[in-house]
């Protein structure tokens, strides 16, 4: 419910490192632990991108696994729900190997030289 | 068509966090030990405050209070004679349903960091958003009352893990309730293993000396526990 902070966030992080330049994708990294919806990310990414460079953008985004490990016994599995003890030795010193992620990886733009503003490749 | 790349590498909470070390920069300059404070709506955050502040000896105690709307939550603190600061999220930040550090941030030059050794934050009653964000604190408390049901640290495993401390709340309705200690704490365990827990009823008094004690301790210890 607050992916509107952080499709301003987004914005934000796109609009520092675009140069004023038009956006075509941003390619976002997201991580199956973190609470956001994706489908919520790309709806409010649509309005709060309005009147920046980040207009019609695409949002792409990279989901990756949750992977968690044991330091104990070295066990490492892709948890189904979100549970912090080892599977294997029952143990409770499980660190997050993946599925924390959540950045802003790049960003596509458009080249000076684009003669049609409203086209984008597939 | 090609269009070029351009490498961002940027955390989507980078800013935020930037903000909150700032913020965490400012509170230690002064002295003051900043605890985090987060529920769902009605867990009881602002009556354990109460009770807590009541007779917390030695300990110059500084409130903030965080609420979409109104100041119903400081009005009650401002009645211990407690310094107290109202932050609104609405208006002024979009009726947002969370704090963060910027919001926190605004709200710094209205808080007596002098005059203070222990500021609590009283975050938006919601339990999954806050956890998220960072504002600056030394440590996070959450308070989870037994009405809430046993499944609930299944259901936010982030609320539950980024805390270090949980306070159950409300156990004085145990006897009217078919809550299960047990499986509550055996859920707690999976999600966050061996979490420091309190069990206490606001209402009653029941178990609030060990809250009290907890606050007190981290008042006397310099702050400089890294928060998860």
Request: charged share 25%.
């Given at each position: 419910m607050h992916e509107l902070s952080l499709c301003n966030a987004i914005v934000d992080a796109v609009v520092k490192h675009a140069g004023g330049r038009p956006v075509t994708t941003v390619n976002l990294r997201v991580g199956r632990l973190r609470q956001v919806m994706p489908e919520s990310l790309e709806f409010y990414f649509g309005f709060v991108a309005e009147g920046t460079v980040c207009e019609g953008a695409c949002l792409e985004q990279e989901i990756l696994p949750a992977k968690l490990g044991c330091s104990a016994c070295g066990h490492q599995w892709e948890p189904e729900w979100p549970l912090f003890l080892c599977p294997s030795c029952d143990g409770m010193q499980v660190t997050v190997l993946s599925g924390d992620e959540f950045e802003v990886e790049s960003i596509e733009i458009k080249e000076a030289t684009d003669a049609s503003p409203g086209n984008r490749s597939a | 068509m090609h269009h070029p790349v351009i490498e961002v590498r940027e955390g989507v909470l980078d800013a935020n966090s930037t903000i909150a070390q700032a913020n965490r920069s400012d509170f230690d300059r002064a002295g003051v030990t900043v605890v985090n404070m987060m529920s769902?709506?009605?867990?009881g955050k602002t009556t354990l405050l109460e009770a807590a502040l009541?007779?917390?000896?030695g300990v110059r105690v500084g409130v903030l209070e965080g609420d979409v709307q109104g100041k119903l939550d400081a009005d009650r603190i401002a009645a211990l004679h407690v310094h107290v600061t109202q932050l609104n999220t609405d208006p002024g930040f979009g009726g947002e349903c969370h704090l963060d550090a910027n919001m926190v941030r605004s709200a710094i030059p209205a808080l007596p960091l002098d005059a203070i050794d222990l500021l609590m934050i009283e975050n938006v009653g919601n339990l999954v958003c806050p956890a998220e964000f960072l504002v600056g604190e030394d440590l996070r408390v959450m308070v989870s009352s037994i009405t809430e049901g046993e499944d609930k640290p299944l259901k936010y495993p982030l609320m539950f893990r980024t805390c270090d401390l949980i306070v159950i709340n409300k156990i004085d309705l145990l006897p009217y309730l078919d809550f299960d200690m047990d499986a509550f704490l055996g859920n707690l365990d999976a999600v966050n293993p061996g979490l420091p827990r309190l069990l206490v009823s606001a209402k009653t008094g029941e178990g609030v000396e060990a809250w009290r004690d907890w606050l007190a301790t981290l008042a006397s210890r310099t702050p400089s526990v890294q928060v998860n």
């Open positions: - | 769902s709506p009605g867990a009541k007779n917390l000896d």
